[in-house]
C-alpha cells in the first residue's frame, strides 16, 4: 500500500509537540511492514532543511484566490528518516522559522494544502490512502471531493487523524475565495456554525476519522470545543487508535541525549546519575523526590494550576520535595512559574523555552513527571517517562486514562487522581513523597512500567487494517492530467 501522511509538523525536521513526534514514527514503522509511506509537510527554515541534501521533484503554480504562488516540492535524498519526505517550498509563505503563530496562519496552511493536492494531482498514478493530520491539513479531503480541478482524485481514500480537536483554523467566510473553484451545493461540508472550519470540514469529508486514544473519542462526543453533535453523528466513521512511541528515539538504553544511559536491570543506578546531572545544573537537593513537568503552559495541560499546587505542597507537606518546570506557553503562567523561583530553597527551578535535549535528560533523571491534563488526546510524556522508570502522576482523561493504571490498583503502575483540581494535584505529590520512602515498592514499580510495551507495532496494524477496508471501495482511477513526475513514481 502507498500511504502519503500529510502534516505541519514531522520530527525530526520540525515539532511543537506530539504531532511531531507521531508524523516523525508512524510512516516508519508502516515502510518496516513493507508498505510504501511517505511524508509531505511545508519547508520552513529549519536547520534540518540546512544540514541534508535535496532533491528538486517537482516544481508547480497555484494559486489562493488572487494570488498566485510558485511552489517547489523537494525530497530528502537518503531516507534517512525511514521514509520518504518531501517538504514544500513555497516562497515567502512557508519559509519561515516557527511552524504557526503568524498572523497568516490561515493562508500559509491553505496555500500549502492546495499545493499538496495540485502535486500529487500530476502524479501518474494515485496514492492508495492520503492521511492527513489535525486541522492544518483538514481542507484535503473537501479539495479533493469537490473542488473541480482536482476531480480525478476524488476516488482516492482519505483519512483524518485528530490530535488535538481543540484547534480548529476557523476562518470566516470571507476566506471561501482561498480554495481552488469548488461546487457552491457543497458549502455545508466547510461550515459548521457560519464559518470555515477546517477540522469539522475533515471529519465530515474524510472517508475515516481516528483519534489518538479510544477515551478520547468518547470524550469529544461530549466536549469537543463545539463539534460535540459532529463527533455523535459521525461516530460511525471515528476510531480510536491509541498512539505509540518511537522506541528508536525514545530507549534509555542508547538515547543520543544522554550521557548516562540504563537499562530496567540498571535502572536505579542509572537514574541516579541522570538525576544527580540535573541537580547540579538546577540547583535541587538529591535526596529528595524530583517531580517535573514537561509541556506547553496552556490551561489543557492544566499549567495554570501548577504555581498553586507547588506553593499548596510546600505549606502543608513541607519542603520535602523538588519541582523542575520545562515548557513555554502563557505569559502569566511563565510569570508565576518564574516567580517562584525567588523563593526556592535548592528545591525548585524552571526553564522557560523549548529544549529537547533537557526534556530527555529530564525523563531519564526525574523521579516523577506531573501531567495534571484536563484535555490529553494521547500524550506522549508519560509513555517515554514510563520508558525512562520515571513515574507519570496523570489526570484520569484521555489516553492517560488508557495508558496509566494508578500503583494502587491491580497490576497498577502510576499515580491517577480524578479532577483536574489543585486539591487533586497536591494529594497526589503527598502519594508522591509517600512512595518515594518505601525504596522497595518504588523499584518494583519503576521495573514494571520500565517492561510495558507503548511501541508501535499493535497501533500500525490498526491503521492498516483501517486502510484496507478502505481499500475495495476503491473504484478504477482515472488517468491522471498533466506532466507525469517520473521521479515520484
Ligand atoms: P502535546 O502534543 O499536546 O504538546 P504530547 O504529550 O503528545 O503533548 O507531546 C509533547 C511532546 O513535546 C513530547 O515529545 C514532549 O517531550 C515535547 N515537549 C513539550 N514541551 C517541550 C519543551 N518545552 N521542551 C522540549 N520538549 C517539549
Ligand atoms: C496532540 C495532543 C496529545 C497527543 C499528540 C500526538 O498534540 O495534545 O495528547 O499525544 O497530539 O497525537
Same mark, same amino acid.
Given at each position: 500500500?502507498?500511504?502519503?501522511?500529510?502534516?505541519a509538523?514531522?520530527?525530526?525536521?520540525?515539532?511543537?509537540?506530539?504531532?511531531?513526534?507521531?508524523?516523525?514514527?508512524?510512516?516508519?514503522?508502516?515502510?518496516?511492514?513493507?508498505?510504501?509511506?511517505?511524508?509531505?509537510?511545508?519547508?520552513?527554515?529549519?536547520?534540518?532543511?540546512?544540514?541534508?541534501?535535496?532533491?528538486?521533484?517537482?516544481?508547480?503554480?497555484?494559486?489562493?484566490?488572487?494570488?498566485?504562488?510558485?511552489?517547489?516540492?523537494?525530497?530528502?535524498?537518503?531516507?534517512?528518516?525511514?521514509?520518504?519526505?518531501?517538504?514544500?517550498?513555497?516562497?515567502?509563505?512557508?519559509?519561515?522559522?516557527?511552524?504557526?503563530?503568524?498572523?497568516?496562519?490561515?493562508?500559509?496552511?491553505?496555500?500549502?494544502?492546495?499545493?499538496?493536492?495540485?502535486?500529487?494531482?500530476?502524479?501518474?498514478?494515485?496514492?492508495?490512502?492520503?492521511?492527513?493530520?489535525?486541522?492544518?491539513?483538514?481542507?484535503?479531503?473537501?479539495?479533493?471531493?469537490?473542488?473541480?480541478?482536482?476531480?480525478?482524485?476524488?476516488?482516492?481514500?482519505?483519512?483524518?487523524?485528530?490530535h488535538?480537536?481543540?484547534?480548529?483554523?476557523?476562518?470566516?467566510?470571507?476566506?471561501?475565495?482561498?480554495?481552488?473553484?469548488?461546487?457552491s451545493?457543497?458549502?455545508g461540508?466547510?461550515?459548521?456554525?457560519?464559518?470555515i472550519?477546517? +477540522? /469539522?470540514?475533515?471529519? =465530515?469529508? %474524510?472517508? &475515516?476519522?481516528?483519534? !489518538?486514544?479510544?477515551? *478520547?473519542?468518547?470524550?469529544l462526543r461530549?466536549?469537543?470545543?463545539?463539534l460535540?453533535?459532529?463527533?455523535?453523528?459521525?461516530?460511525?466513521?471515528?476510531?480510536?487508535?491509541?498512539?505509540?512511541?518511537?522506541t528508536?528515539?525514545?530507549?534509555?538504553?542508547?538515547?543520543?541525549?544522554?550521557?548516562?544511559?540504563?537499562?530496567?536491570?540498571?535502572?536505579?543506578?542509572?537514574?541516579?546519575?541522570?538525576?544527580?546531572?540535573?541537580?547540579?545544573?538546577?540547583?535541587?537537593?538529591?535526596?529528595k523526590?524530583?517531580?517535573?513537568?514537561?509541556g506547553?503552559?496552556?490551561?489543557?495541560?492544566?499549567?495554570?494550576?501548577?504555581?498553586?499546587?507547588?506553593?499548596?505542597?510546600?505549606?502543608?507537606?513541607?519542603?520535602?520535595?523538588?519541582?523542575?518546570?520545562?515548557?513555554?506557553?502563557?505569559?502569566?503562567?511563565?510569570?508565576? +512559574? /518564574?516567580?517562584?523561583? =525567588?523563593? %526556592?530553597? &535548592?528545591?525548585?527551578? !524552571?526553564?522557560?523555552? *523549548?529544549?529537547?535535549?533537557?526534556?530527555h535528560?529530564?525523563?531519564?533523571?526525574?523521579?516523577?513527571?506531573?501531567?495534571?491534563?484536563?484535555?490529553?488526546?494521547c500524550?506522549?510524556?508519560?509513555?517515554?517517562?514510563?520508558?525512562?522508570?520515571?513515574?507519570?502522576?496523570?489526570?484520569?482523561?484521555?489516553?492517560?486514562?488508557?495508558?496509566?493504571?494508578?500503583?494502587?490498583?491491580?497490576?497498577?503502575?502510576?499515580?491517577?487522581?480524578?479532577?483536574?483540581?489543585?486539591?487533586?494535584?497536591?494529594?497526589?505529590?503527598?502519594?508522591?513523597?509517600?512512595?518515594?520512602?518505601?525504596?522497595?515498592?518504588?523499584?518494583?514499580?519503576?521495573?514494571?512500567?520500565?517492561?510495558?510495551?507503548?511501541?508501535?507495532?499493535?497501533?500500525?496494524?490498526?491503521?492498516?487494517?483501517?486502510?484496507?477496508?478502505?481499500?475495495?471501495q476503491?473504484?478504477?482511477?482515472?488517468?491522471?492530467?498533466?506532466?507525469?513526475?517520473?521521479?515520484?513514481?
Amino acid at each position: 500500500m502507498e500511504i502519503i501522511h500529510v502534516s505541519a509538523e514531522c520530527y525530526p525536521v520540525a515539532k511543537a509537540g506530539g504531532l511531531g513526534d507521531v508524523v516523525g514514527a508512524l510512516p516508519k514503522y508502516q515502510n518496516e511492514l513493507g508498505h510504501i509511506a511517505k511524508v509531505v509537510m511545508p519547508m520552513y527554515k529549519t536547520k534540518f532543511l540546512l544540514d541534508n541534501i535535496w532533491d528538486v521533484v517537482h516544481k508547480g503554480r497555484t494559486n489562493i484566490g488572487d494570488y498566485w504562488f510558485d511552489y517547489t516540492v523537494i525530497k530528502e535524498q537518503t531516507n534517512k528518516l525511514g521514509f520518504d519526505l518531501y517538504l514544500v517550498d513555497i516562497n515567502g509563505l512557508l519559509d519561515r522559522e516557527k511552524i504557526y503563530g503568524y498572523d497568516d496562519d490561515t493562508e500559509r496552511f491553505t496555500a500549502f494544502q492546495v499545493a499538496v493536492v495540485d502535486w500529487i494531482a500530476v502524479w501518474v498514478h494515485h496514492p492508495d490512502v492520503i492521511h492527513v493530520h489535525d486541522h492544518h491539513t483538514g481542507l484535503i479531503p473537501f479539495i479533493i471531493k469537490h473542488c473541480y480541478k482536482y476531480q480525478h482524485l476524488h476516488q482516492v481514500p482519505t483519512v483524518l487523524t485528530i490530535h488535538n480537536a481543540q484547534y480548529q483554523g476557523i476562518m470566516g467566510w470571507d476566506k471561501s475565495h482561498l480554495l481552488p473553484p469548488w461546487d457552491s451545493w457543497k458549502w455545508g461540508m466547510l461550515d459548521w456554525k457560519n464559518n470555515i472550519n477546517p +477540522l /469539522a470540514s475533515g471529519i =465530515k469529508c %474524510a472517508w &475515516k476519522v481516528t483519534t !489518538v486514544s479510544m477515551s *478520547y473519542l468518547d470524550e469529544l462526543r461530549q466536549s469537543a470545543n463545539g463539534l460535540e453533535a459532529l463527533f455523535e453523528y459521525e461516530r460511525g466513521k471515528c476510531t480510536g487508535i491509541l498512539n505509540g512511541i518511537d522506541t528508536d528515539v525514545w530507549d534509555p538504553e542508547k538515547d543520543t541525549y544522554l550521557q548516562e544511559h540504563f537499562s530496567v536491570d540498571t535502572v536505579t543506578a542509572g537514574k541516579a546519575k541522570n538525576k544527580r546531572r540535573l541537580c547540579e545544573t538546577f540547583d535541587l537537593d538529591i535526596n529528595k523526590p524530583l517531580i517535573v513537568f514537561i509541556g506547553r503552559l496552556v490551561g489543557e495541560k492544566g499549567a495554570d494550576m501548577l504555581p498553586a499546587a507547588i506553593s499548596d505542597s510546600y505549606y502543608y507537606i513541607g519542603r520535602e520535595m523538588n519541582f523542575l518546570i520545562l515548557g513555554s506557553g502563557f505569559p502569566e503562567v511563565e510569570a508565576q +512559574l /518564574a516567580a517562584l523561583q =525567588k523563593l %526556592a530553597q &535548592k528545591d525548585y527551578n !524552571v526553564y522557560i523555552g *523549548y529544549n529537547e535535549s533537557l526534556s530527555h535528560l529530564m525523563y531519564a533523571g526525574a523521579d516523577y513527571l506531573l501531567m495534571p491534563s484536563r484535555v490529553e488526546p494521547c500524550g506522549l510524556n508519560q509513555m517515554y517517562a514510563m520508558r525512562y522508570g520515571t513515574i507519570p502522576m496523570v489526570r484520569r482523561t484521555g489516553g492517560l486514562k488508557d495508558t496509566v493504571i494508578d500503583y494502587g490498583e491491580k497490576g497498577g503502575y502510576g499515580i491517577v487522581y480524578n479532577w483536574a483540581s489543585v486539591g487533586d494535584i497536591t494529594h497526589s505529590i503527598w502519594r508522591a513523597v509517600d512512595l518515594f520512602e518505601d525504596k522497595a515498592k518504588m523499584s518494583e514499580v519503576r521495573e514494571k512500567m520500565m517492561r510495558l510495551d507503548f511501541s508501535w507495532q499493535h497501533s500500525v496494524q490498526q491503521y492498516l487494517k483501517l486502510y484496507e477496508a478502505l481499500l475495495p471501495q476503491k473504484k478504477e482511477a482515472p488517468e491522471a492530467e498533466g506532466e507525469p513526475d517520473k521521479k515520484i513514481v
